[in-house]
Structures are given as C-alpha cells and as structure tokens.
C-alpha cells in the first residue's frame, strides 16, 4: 500500500491557500483549502509530477511557437505582425498561468513564479487604459463585441480571472489580479443591469465568464461582479445570439437556464455555463435554482453521458445528442467537457452534501479526463472515443488514429488538463462544522477546521489497484466529531471496520477520536459486467467491463495474434482479473474469453494508447 507523504510541507503553507472555489455563502460542505491537503507517493502524485517535469514547461514552450506570447507582444507594442491563432489564443496563455499557480502552490518554486511573473507583466502591458484585453479580436475584426457568438472575448477574460485568483490565492501577490479587476470592472461598466452601452444584452457564445466572475466576487467582495455573472446567467436562453448568426441550440441559448431539464449543444459550453449558474445560484442561497440544476444534471449522467463519464456525443458541433444518443466510434467526449463536469460536479457536491456527485468526480477523473493525456505527460487527446475500429486512419487533427499529440490548432484541452492537474488537491476532501469528509481515496494527509478543533488524518492506500483504506487520526480535538468516508455506488457489500455498510452514501463514525486511532475501509474490487441501457441502441447487446473506479478498454496491443477486435464476441462468465503490461505502477488487468476461445485482456481506459494509437474497444458483444 502507498503510505501518506511524511515530506514538510512547502513554505506557503504556513497561510491559507484555497482552492478554485471558495463559497462566501453556506453550503452543505466546505471546500478543504489547498494547503490542508497534502498528496503522498502514489498514482495520483504520480500523474502530478509528470504534469509539473513535462506537461507544465512544455506547454509553455508550445504557447512561445504557437505564437500566443507574441500575440501579447504585439498588442503591448513591443513587436510587429501577425496575430497569430484562433480568436481565443489568449485563453490557452491564461490556463497555462493558472495552472502554474496552483503548481506553486503544491510545491513552491522560483523559476516557476518567475515565468508566472514575467508573462503577467507582458499581459499588463497588452491592457488598454479602460480594462478592454484581447489580443486577436480588435486586430482581425476591427472592433471589439462586434460578434459575441464567435468572438470568445467574454471566454477570454473569464480565463483570465481565474488564473488571476489562482495566482493571489497561490502567491498572495495582486500582480495579475490587478489586471483582472481592471478587465471585470471594464464588463461591469458595458454590459448587464450596470451598462451604458449598446451590449448590454448580448452575452457570449462561450461561457466560463460566470463562474470566473463569481469567484472574483468572493476574491473581492464586489458585489458587482455576482451581479453581472447572475445577469449573464438569467440573459442566457432568450435566443439573443440569433441575431449575430448563431445556433440558439449549440451556444445554450435556446431555454432559459431556470428553466431547462437538460444540457444541450456544445459540451463543453453547456457544463461551463451549469458550473457558472452553480456558483450564482450557491452565493445568492437559491436552493430552488440549485434543485433545477440537480435535474438537469441528472438527467445528463443518465441519458447523454458514456461509460467512461465522457460528454458530447456529435463531432458536428462538439455536442451533446439526443437522449441515448451514445456511439462508441463517433464519441467526441472532448477532454475540456470532462473538465467541465467535474468543476459542475464539485459545486453541487458542495451545495448539497449528495454523495453521487462525489461519484461523478471519481467516474470523471479517472476514465473521462485522465485518459486525455499520455502516462509521461505533454501528449494529448482531444477526443476521447470508446472504439477505434480496424484500418481506421486519421481525417482528423483530432482523430485519436493519431495517437495523442503535443498540441493542437485548438489547444484548449492541454493546459485545461494542466490546471486541473495542478488543482487536484482542491477536489479531494471537505470539511463541517462538525467534521471531515473523504470523497477522493488518495494517499497523504488531510486538515480540517471544525468548531471543536483541528482534525487530522493520513490516508494509506493503493487505489484505484486495491480497495483497502485506511485512515489514521494525526490530531483530534477533545470532543466528538464526525468522520465521514464515502461509499462508492458501485462498492456493493464494502466494510468499515469489518461491519457492511451501504453503498451511494457516506459511512459515518462519530466519536472523540485521539491521535493514532485508525479506521479501515475495504473496497470490493472485483471485475464487473455493465451492461447498457435498453435504448442505447449502438451498443445494444454488448458489455463493457469494470473494476472499481476503473472503466477498461481492450487494445490490439494486448490481444493474440490474428484477433480483430470488431470482429469478437464475449463470454461475460468469463471474467476474471489478468496481468497486463505494467504500464503504471501496480496496474491490474482483465481478462475475457471470446467465442472462439481466445483470451482477452483488457487495461484501464486511461492508460490506452500509450504504445501507439491502434484498435481499441470499450464495449465488447456479448456472444
């Protein structure tokens, strides 16, 4: 079992550090600031270290080629030419800052903060005197808001705020949060209830400006930020963006957010816009807003979500389909749109205390996200499909034929992945006034202040490989308080402590705890038939497999010579675990017999492709 880091903590430590989202109002949970979580050695410290040695210094030298940087240069005065990328090329530079913030945070370092600090400069000087920053629109277009629906400017600047959040709450410095205040002010005085202008009832086809003015709000305390982001939510649904040419459907535009029973159009900006009503609908304690979003919610992991918690089932629009609408070989599942729910996810975890969306955050980060980057970091996907069928070739950029790449014309997903990444302690663990609560098993330590004390545990584990937990008090206070463990829904027949306790909930153990005291949390982690629904007619009458909160994929790689994988059929009795390539540490395989007698293995879907992009299927037919 990885045992919790018993390493010191970094300096910054020492104060506060929250994480993405800090609600101001009461919420059912409270978030665990960035600095009372610690990861220790194992597979998710992992993935951090080769996010921060590769994935980190690379896309900064892929925003230095791609011309993003220059692209400030240009607009400060400090170079001449062409701007260079899509109209959001900003947003990359920002998510790329973002990330490098909560990367200080986690672990301290000087050339990290300089670079930090040298591009928050260049990105100060490209601001104009009344707070406007864009690089690409007013050069190509000739004007500013003159197309909301393609322009991105108001996705832009909601990228750039929360990196400047990241970057005070990580350094405690003002440098980029300056620029940002300038910007937020900037929208406030031309747009919503507060404008004087002509824009004050356009709102942008891309959400993220929302929740990114929301958490500068509780950065601030200015009230005006929650109100034009609660404006920009509530302008949402009016077809408003018709009028410049665009799809009310695809930009969320069509229903009223209020109002809507699902998600619909493009993923990604469908689960921005649900993350952004969230946190509007968290600060102004609208508990009927937030039922509305549980609906919606719900009715997306139900109906238009893949196995592997992957969203958006269309290329055509990078969106979501009709109601079981689920291909395996066509999935789109952009990476971004994972990211999006988780970031949905956890402001409802923290709304509402219900233990299913700490499940989708699991579901999430293990299958849907994590399997958008290679195992050493800096390759991509895109796109994350359940099928690459036999002799496909890559028509695509984006086609995952082409392996994962290094960057794309639209690179939103990299440093999307990066911050996440970095983030990752933010999502962990939460606290009460009464006690702690566990949603994540990772192995390190935890800190929670409750009103009896400071309550802190270690937590040793080898998942997502072993279902054992075990949980050791470090500190307690004198008085009871409550330590709640989450129950997986698929953990049927798992035990704290020896006794069974129940599935899709917390388990709860109340008492005065003293340092040393320990619980054990046993997670059944046997291999798992799933099966689809009824109306999922693509892949009607197959099976897909899983292993605790592992979603596994078989690739041609793995399987005897002469098999083709679109061609088998499966024995579902036949399910055992296998030894695969050890891929990452501690890595266990399945195994299925096909018709023909052949053995089968299968490997996590997140490690596919990291020996080359060839033949792979989620769901096999059942023989």
Not at 109 to 127: C, H, N, Y
Not at 554 to 572: K, W
Request: hydrophobic residues 40%.
């Amino acid at each position: 079992m990885s045992i919790a880091s018993t390493a010191a903590r970094p300096s910054n430590a020492t104060r506060d550090i929250p994480g993405p989202a800090r609600p101001l109002a009461p919420t059912a949970l409270r978030p665990l600031p960035l600095s009372e979580v610690r990861l220790g050695e194992g597979f998710w410290l992992d993935r951090q270290h080769a996010n921060r040695d590769v994935s980190v210094p690379d896309g900064l030298r892929q925003l230095h080629d791609a011309g993003n940087l220059r692209n400030f240069e240009i607009a400060a005065g400090r170079a001449e030419g062409e701007v260079l990328g899509p109209v959001f090329a900003d947003s990359d530079v920002y998510k790329w800052l973002e990330a490098a913030a909560w990367e200080y945070a986690r672990e301290p370092d000087e050339s990290l903060l300089a670079d930090q600090l040298r591009i928050t400069e260049l990105v100060a000087a490209a601001q104009q005197p009344d707070g406007y920053l864009n690089t690409v629109v007013p050069v190509r277009e000739g004007r500013r808001y003159g197309n909301p629906q393609r322009d991105h400017e108001h996705y832009c600047a909601g990228h750039l705020i929360q990196a400047a959040v990241a970057q005070k709450r990580a350094t405690g410095r003002d440098d980029l949060l300056n620029v940002a205040v300038g910007v937020a002010d900037h929208l406030v005085r031309e747009f919503g209830p507060a404008s004087a202008t002509g824009s004050a009832g356009d709102v942008d086809g891309h959400p993220v400006i929302e929740t990114a003015l929301v958490e500068l709000y509780r950065e601030t305390g200015t009230r005006a930020y929650l109100d034009l982001a609660a404006w920009f939510v509530d302008a949402r649904g009016h077809r408003t963006l018709e009028r410049f040419g665009g799809n009310s459907t695809y930009l969320s535009d069509r229903v009223p957010v209020r109002e809507a029973t699902t998600v619909e159009g493009h993923a990604v900006r469908a689960v921005y816009l649900t993350t952004g009503a969230t946190d509007v609908a968290i600060e102004t304690s609208d508990s009927g807003f937030i039922s509305t979003l549980a609906a919606q919610y719900e009715h997306m992991a139900v109906t238009k979500q893949y196995v592997t918690g992957g969203l958006g089932s269309r290329w055509d629009g990078e969106a979501f389909g009709d109601p079981y609408e689920l291909p395996s070989d066509r999935a789109y599942a952009e990476t971004c749109a994972a990211i999006g729910a988780v970031q949905w996810a956890w402001r409802m975890l923290l709304a509402t205390g219900d233990a299913s969306y700490a499940d989708q955050i699991e579901l999430l980060l293990f299958n849907g996200f994590l399997a958008g980057v290679s195992l050493r970091g800096g390759d991509y996907f895109y796109v994350n499909p359940l099928q690459v069928r036999h002799d496909a070739h890559a028509d695509d950029e984006r086609t995952p034929k082409n392996g994962r790449l290094r960057w794309f014309g639209c690179a939103c997903c990299p440093p999307n992945i990066m911050r996440t990444l970095s983030s990752l302690g933010g999502y962990l663990a939460t606290s009460t006034a009464d006690g702690l609560q566990v949603h994540q098993y990772v192995p390190g330590t935890l800190r929670a202040a409750t009103d009896a004390g400071q309550l802190e545990v270690s937590v040793t584990t080898d998942y997502p490989w072993d279902g054992r937990v075990r949980i050791a008090v470090q500190n307690a206070p004198e008085t009871p308080v409550t330590l709640s463990l989450r129950i997986p829904l698929w953990a049927e027949d798992a035990t704290l402590d020896g006794a069974e306790v129940e599935a899709g909930r917390y388990a709860e153990v109340t008492r005065t705890f003293a340092a040393g005291d320990e619980l054990e949390l046993v997670l059944p982690m046997s291999p798992r038939v799933t099966r689809p629904h009824p109306r999922l007619d693509a892949v009607r009458g197959s099976i897909a497999v899983e292993r605790g909160p592992l979603v596994y994929a078989f690739e041609r790689a793995d399987q005897p010579e002469g098999v083709v994988l679109d061609d088998v059929s499966v024995d579902p009795e036949s399910l055992t675990e296998a030894e695969a390539p050890a891929l990452v540490p501690g890595l266990v395989g399945v195994s299925l017999r096909t018709r023909d007698g052949a053995e089968l293995t299968g490997i996590p879907y997140f490690a596919w492709a990291n020996r080359g992009a060839d033949d792979m299927r989620v769901w096999l037919p059942e023989a």
